[in-house]
């Protein structure tokens, strides 16, 4: 058996893997053996198909060693004509700590800039900053035993139940022991609000606004800990006063807010009464154009109220990625030198003594943003992007392709094919999540091993080697002669105690003399890891802050609400869903993870929908000033009058729409540099759809439809399902055979089956190659049911029986097999259409029944609130 972690968020799971077979594993302290429906999905994520395999120079296969060498020397010659800044690195949350480090040391200690900056810059860069700000240094200091000490939870701008599935469970598990209150701060009515004792609906950008009001609330109260902030924090009264003059009243906040002032007063009270307090935030605080401000404006009234670094209370960030905080560890952001140093005259001079550089960079670099701006106006004249798809997934997504487009020099490394790897002059095959070894770090500072549990493939190589053979070719072979990642690791244990005497935190000084056998089996262990002694799980509950005078500093926030943007009304939200993955190069791949949210779609207010004329599950144009998509409307009020929302997974790969990002501004925090990816000015109006259809196909390729019609593929187990519509009327050409073939891709030769009704506008098309079903194509005019093609999807790829044969263009079966509906329980492939009959038939009226009859909700529970919601819904009749 092989002790690894599961790759995906923040919370930093356990997997444990015999027989090839990924589990939870039982013994990690982070999820004790459960793993969400994206944990317990990836052994399905192993396939091999569209993995890369082997370098590539310019579109034709190279080797290692011509691939390397022409990078270094590309290095060397920019670097001599235009400076070490014309050369820039952008990585990823993804990478292990090693990987990191390898980079990191490469850009900053040897070529001598600061350009390399991470996508965790897209993911909690606000909760750094505000970090510093407060504490000095970038620290969460509490752990995740605090959720299930805390009497108080609150949530903000953070749907856990969808983005961090196992620790929610760990809440609600609590919950259910302590009756923890929960109250839940989002625009949003997500699954992690419907579960929230109180939900808070606020206006978009409010959050600094609310908890300043807290503050002064809570000064007004008399409700601060005079005594611990006298001895441990300044700025108190400056903030209070700041406070106060931006947020004078509850009632002000409520009006400013959008929210009830009688649910303002509520959670205010419940925050001031309660002393064990748990502020748990994530991407709704951070991807803001002041998401540090509202981090701080948070930590403000932790510090008040000296509710912090004590069992059940403390400000809690949650990171995104997997390994953002072994990211913020190394310095992979921009404004980091590494191991939480800054670029102070001493700082610089101490990594340089330590790392024996000839030039470490005097500088902070480019944060994302201005990264792939300067790429865009030629100052970056090469970038190397690694684990990631900026072509997708950065602001003005398609301002950063036309960027690398007039790029002379672009590098990606990745293990899979995406928007980006197509943009680059030399690819660069990573091995992926099951082929590395080193450490991750998760969001409560517990470090854990990714461990191999299988070969590379091809030729697919670690990060790490790749930037340590780029440095030996470049001429600094031996300050990167690691022979494997315990001796980076043991290297970067030692930076973090370099010269350290308690002033940093972040110190792994006990770890420093690790041997190979020692970091093999190292068991998960939360930082800091001093040489003498340890804190203990949680910080700063007695003061001791990393700053000069070791007080931590509240800061005088003066929030204000953004004003609307006249002709983009509407306030583009973007966010994650439940089974899917940043821009799904692995869980896009999974049939089941693809079937609880099979297209994308944009959620509208029926308020908002009814100005625009737009209908659910009907086509939609959404337009910024940065660029225009179309896409399905989903209509319900779980958004506010004047939000829309769309998930952030969607790529050209999976569909028409392609990302979202291309829409979204490129606005950022002025101290973080983090995007504001959550209120983009957008404006919405219907598309007249003429046609829709159903593809089903063995094989995944763009269907090529043309411009003036929409699509969006899914993979099933045994082929691709593809929606499809359009606002042009079906030229007749499409019925006629040549193409038709073409976009079943069929042989000439291929026997085609055909069903029409041009009266009705019905058509209906199978293809048979050598006796099986290779497609399956259902057409029919806007608002056509055309589910019965659920029915030909077991037979794709196989031998059709005679009987299939004749009843499959019916759309009917004579099995009389139901056609399965939307997944609600990914782990356990249950579908909504079961569950609703579970409900309807046989009166099954809680989770826990429906549970025991189905096993729907018993593993991860990330799919509960639907479950709740479903049973609410067919609650009338299974009463009747
Ligand atoms: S909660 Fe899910 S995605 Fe996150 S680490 Fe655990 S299994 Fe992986």
Request: hydrophobic share 45%; with cysteine.
């Amino acid at each position: 058996m092989t002790r690894t972690t599961c790759p995906y968020c923040g919370v930093g799971c356990g997997v444990s893997v015999a027989d090839g077979v990924p589990r939870g594993d039982a013994a990690h302290p982070a999820n004790f053996g459960k793993l969400c429906s994206k944990g317990t999905a990836l052994g399905e994520t192993l396939a091999l198909p569209g993995r890369l395999v082997a370098p590539t120079l310019h579109g034709r296969a190279a080797s290692w060693d011509e691939a390397l060498d022409f990078i270094a020397a590309r290095f060397l010659r920019i670097r001599a004509d235009h400076g070490p800044d014309a050369i820039a690195f952008y990585v990823s949350g993804q990478f292990l700590t090693e990987d990191y480090y390898a980079a990191n040391k490469l850009m900053k200690g040897f070529i001598g800039a600061a350009n390399i900056d991470t996508n965790s810059r897209l993911c909690m860069a606000s909760s750094v900053a505000g970090h510093v700000r407060a504490f000095g240094e970038d620290v969460v200091p509490g752990c995740y035993e605090d959720l299930e000490e805390a009497d108080l939870v609150i949530q903000v701008g953070s749907n856990m139940a969808w983005c961090h599935p196992v620790l929610y469970q760990r809440l609600m598990a609590a919950r259910e022991k302590r009756g923890t209150r929960i109250v839940n701060i989002d625009p949003r009515r997500t699954a992690t609000a419907e579960t929230a004792d109180l939900h808070l609906a606020i206006a978009s950008g409010g959050d600094a606004m609310l908890w300043s009001g807290l503050l002064a609330f809570l000064a007004e109260q008399d409700l601060l800990d005079r005594d611990w902030t006298a001895t441990h924090v300044s700025g108190l009264e400056e903030s209070i006063a700041a406070a106060r003059a931006a947020a004078p009243s509850a009632a002000f906040v409520a009006a400013a807010t959008g929210l009830r002032h009688q649910d303002v007063i509520r959670f205010y009270e419940m925050f001031a009464r309660t002393e064990r307090v748990v502020t748990l935030y994530s991407q709704g605080v951070n991807q803001s154009a002041a998401g540090t401000d509202k981090v701080n404006a948070i930590l403000n009234c932790h510090l008040a109220t000296a509710r912090i670094g004590r069992p059940g209370m403390g400000p809690f960030s949650l990171t995104g990625q997997p390994n953002a905080m072994g990211g913020r560890e190394v310095g992979g952001l921009a404004n980091q030198l590494a191991a939480h140093m800054g670029f102070s005259p001493v700082e610089i001079d101490r990594v340089r003594r330590f790392w024996r550089s000839p030039a470490v960079a005097a500088n902070p670099g480019l944060k994302a943003v201005d990264l792939f701006e300067a790429v865009g106006d030629g100052r970056v004249k090469a970038v190397w992007i690694a684990a990631t798809n900026p072509a997708d997934s950065m602001p003005r997504a398609a301002a950063v392709r036309e960027a690398l487009k007039k790029c002379p020099l672009v590098i990606v490394a990745d293990a899979w094919s995406t928007d980006t790897t197509a943009l680059a002059h030399v690819v660069l095959p990573a091995a992926g999540w099951a082929e590395k070894d080193g450490t991750v770090t998760n969001s409560e500072r517990r470090i854990s091993r990714q461990r191999a549990f299988r070969a590379a493939p091809g030729q697919a190589r670690p990060d790490w080697w790749m930037f340590a053979e780029v440095a030996r070719r470049m001429g600094w072979g031996d300050a990167f002669a690691w022979r494997g990642p315990a001796g980076i690791f043991r290297e970067h244990a030692a930076l973090s105690a370099f010269e350290n005497d308690g002033a940093r935190v972040f110190d792994l000084g006990g770890l420093t003399d690790i041997d190979d056998a020692a970091y093999d089996a190292l068991a998960p262990l939360q930082w800091p890891v001093p040489r003498h002694g340890s804190p203990g799980p949680r910080l700063f509950g007695r003061g001791g802050f990393p700053t000069p005078d070791g007080r931590a500093r509240m800061l005088a926030l003066s929030p204000r609400m953004a004003a609307s943007a006249g002709d983009f009304p509407l306030t583009l939200n973007t966010g994650r869903t439940r089974d899917q993955w940043h821009t799904m190069t692995r869980t896009g791949r999974v049939a089941r993870l693809m079937a609880h949210a099979g297209v994308p779609t944009l959620t509208l207010h029926p308020q908002d929908a009814a100005a625009c004329a737009a209908t659910h599950g009907a086509l939609v144009r959404v337009e910024s000033r940065h660029g225009a998509l179309v896409t399905r409307a989903a209509i319900d009020d779980s958004v506010r009058p004047g939000d829309v929302f769309a998930t952030m997974h969607w790529t050209d790969q999976f569909s028409s729409s392609g990302p979202i990002d291309r829409l979204v501004h490129a606005l950022t925090d002025p101290v973080s540099g983090q995007p504001d990816l959550k209120g983009t000015p957008v404006r919405v109006s219907a598309v007249a759809e003429c046609w829709r259809g159903t593809l089903l196909r063995l094989d995944g390729d763009d269907p090529a439809l043309g411009p003036s019609a929409w699509w969006a593929k899914a993979p099933l187990e045994n082929g691709f399902s593809f929606e499809l519509a359009g606002w042009i009327a079906l030229a007749e050409e499409i019925h006629a055979e040549g193409k038709l073939r073409k976009l079943l891709q069929i042989p000439a030769d291929a026997e085609l089956l055909t069903y029409s009704d041009p009266r009705k506008a019905i058509f209906r098309y199978a293809g048979i190659v050598r006796g099986r079903l290779a497609a399956c194509l259902f057409l029919g005019p806007p608002g056509a049911d055309l589910t019965g093609i659920v029915l030909a999807r077991p037979l794709l790829g196989r031998e059709l029986p005679a009987a299939e044969r004749v009843t499959l263009l019916a759309g009917v079966s004579v099995t009389g097999a139901a056609p399965a509906g939307r997944m609600v329980c990914a782990c356990f492939s249950v579908s909504e259409d079961r569950i609703i009959a579970a409900i309807r038939d046989n009166g099954l009226d809680s989770p826990a029944r429906i549970g025991a009859a189905l096993k729907a909700g018993t593993n991860c529970g990330s799919c509960l609130p639907e479950i709740n919601r479903l049973i609410g819904a067919q609650a009338p009749s299974v009463v009747s």
